[in-house]
């Protein structure tokens, strides 16, 4: 299954090209599983599913942890059908889609729960479209479920739902809702923004 | 029909908030036709599906004629079925949905063509996503076939297109994109960042 995304980091510094600059050395680890492709916009990563989320998480704690308000935007997609298939974004790991949905719930707070913690709190907004057709509505209704009890829900907006907590359980959170839930094979697409050291957050 | 957007405005400088601050007088001609509503991550702003972007362009055109680097992300929508429906919504302007597809392009390309000059070169990356049923893909390839057409479309990158030209035409773009195709009362949503003085533009 094709899994992948759309990076974008927002120093809001002067000095915003050393911040990303800096922060890009945070995405190593990650190279010999991912595809990196970098231009004036966005930068792209390709690679296993359970992967992205941490690399995000990596990325952005790399920036923020100088203090600076920063935000990371994103766009996450997993089995898009205009994509070819590759092998590198296989899921590797603990992910399977086998279980009820309340067992999944369970898993997936059991996921958040271990998550590590970074002293980084951060604020997140998101939202979840399952695209084209096989996405049960169960399915919807369950990534609700687990986000209202994923400690770190804040509140429902207009198009978007908002998380708050610690970036370790927040970037987990959305990990857990990206892989565990909607179509096994579906097109899941998500659109992300997550920010640090707000002047204005509450 | 619900109509609306969050916005996310990120200057890439160490003034942000005043620039942030300032440029927010440039949406003051929209507040007798929206809603607005600000928060740490975002501003939402729900009122006529025709008067989104330029009101996104005219807020971003004030932060960006600093010729600092600088960001517009959006989350933008139509039609999302758990909205409450409001009068405000209702499309006033020029946008009809009952002519044929080839008709359809020609005038959103005639749009393009009257858009305003502004003189800021902006790029913008996006994602439209038709959701929930209704939509033909006749309508998504009629889309597609109006982007290429544009004046303004740069290239398909992964999981978005690129566009990239004045900010006039590139909202104007995304405008007639946004309104025009896809199912009359669908729901349709949008993952936009605009992009404007970027050091690494080519």
Do not use: W
Request: net charge negative.
């Amino acid at each position: 299954m094709f899994s992948g995304a759309q990076i974008c980091l927002y120093p809001m510094t002067d000095d915003f090209v050393g911040v990303i600059l800096g922060a890009i050395d945070a995405l190593e680890p990650y190279r010999p599983s991912f595809r990196i492709e970098t231009d004036d916009v966005s930068t792209l990563i390709v690679g296993p599913p359970e992967q992205l989320f941490p690399a995000m998480r990596d990325l952005f704690l790399a920036a923020a942890n100088h203090g600076i308000h920063c935000v990371l935007a994103a766009t996450v997609s997993r089995g898009c059908p205009g994509e070819p298939d590759d092998p590198i974004c296989t899921p590797i790991g603990h992910v399977v889609h086998d279980k009820p949905l309340d067992d999944r719930i369970a898993a997936a707070i059991a996921q958040v729960v271990d998550a590590p913690k970074t002293g980084q709190i951060v604020a997140a907004q998101f939202s979840l479209y399952p695209l084209g057709g096989g996405h049960h509505m169960d399915e919807i209704y369950g990534c609700i479920e687990f986000l209202k009890k994923s400690g770190v829900f804040d509140r429902s907006k207009n198009f978007c739902t908002k998380l708050r907590g610690d970036a370790g359980a927040v970037f987990a959170t959305l990990s857990e809702a990206f892989l565990r839930f909607g179509a096994l094979n579906g097109h899941v697409a998500i659109d992300l923004k997550v920010s640090a050291n707000s002047p204005s957050a509450v």
